[in-house]
T-cell receptor, first 116, second 117 residues
Framework: AQKITQTQPGMFVQEKEAVTLDCTYD???????LFWYKQPSSGEMIFLIY??????QNATEGRYSLNFQKARKSANLVISASQLGDSAMYFC?????????????FGSGTRLLVRP | DTGVSQNPRHKITKRGQNVTFRCDPI?????LYWYRQTLGQGPEFLTY????????KSRLLSDRFSAERPKGSFSTLEIQRTEQGDSAMYLC???????????????FGNGTRLTVT
């Protein structure tokens, strides 16, 4: 079964507008972490934001915020005031606390294109 | 913090040849991971090292693949008798095992893009 699902293969957003990238996850582990990464065309994976399953508040990092809805098992990334440099692939990933390797399991990604 | 370094950036090889990739993690990081990423997909976990011990291998890691991390520093990933299906980006990542547990992000290198002709 898919542990991380990103249902939007591609998204467009106008420069300076906000955009939400969807992510749903599946786990029975009460302790887990959710991560978002950005992958520009150059290929590097850039860590953006983290949300823990026990965190009471939604995570924010600058223009990035995470809309964490635990009961729905969703962890959507919100990018405010989009910039041309935000055009990239975005991956949602999960780490389960019971996993002793602490590896991340990734979704299939969403390609975001910011229009000028 | 010089980041995770991977070499080479690109490798083109003929089917049946052996290839070896190198990863130098962030110096104080004791956890090291290899992932494979095909076009349009997310990274898929291959294997994990804690220090020099290889503690987990994915079913994706066939017998033709071998990874090492001598002395718990750099790591190598070797693919023997390459096949066209091995064409992908191979990503290395590292992290620090500390009290933060699930919170610690993986830090990725720029990857090695393998093309098997």
């Amino acid at each position: 079964a898919q542990k991380i699902t990103q249902t939007q293969p591609g998204m467009f957003v106008q420069e300076k507008e906000a955009v939400t990238l969807d992510c749903t996850y599946d786990t029975s582990d009460p302790s887990y972490g959710l991560f978002w990464y950005k992958q520009p065309s150059s290929g590097e994976m850039i860590f953006l934001i983290y949300q823990g399953s026990y965190d009471q508040q939604n995570a924010t990092e600058g223009r990035y915020s995470l809309n964490f809805q635990k009961a729905r098992k969703s962890a959507n990334l919100v990018i405010s005031a989009s910039q041309l440099g935000d055009s990239a692939m975005y991956f949602c990933a999960m780490r389960e606390g019971k996993d002793s390797s602490y590896k991340l399991i990734f979704g299939s990604g969403t390609r975001l294109l910011v229009r000028p | 913090d010089t980041g995770v370094s991977q070499n080479p950036r690109h490798k083109i090889t003929k089917r049946g040849q052996n290839v070896t990739f190198r990863c130098d993690p962030i110096s104080e990081h004791n956890r090291l991971y290899w992932y494979r990423q095909t076009l349009g997909q997310g990274p898929e976990f291959l294997t994990y090292f804690q220090n020099e011990a290889q503690l987990e291998k994915s079913r994706l890691l066939s017998d033709r693949f071998s990874a090492e991390r001598p002395k718990g520093s750099f790591s190598t990933l070797e693919i023997q008798r390459t096949e066209q299906g091995d064409s992908a980006m191979y990503l290395c990542a590292s992290s620090l095992a500390d009290w933060t547990g699930v919170r610690s992000p993986l830090h990725f290198g720029n990857g090695t893009r393998l093309t098997v002709t």
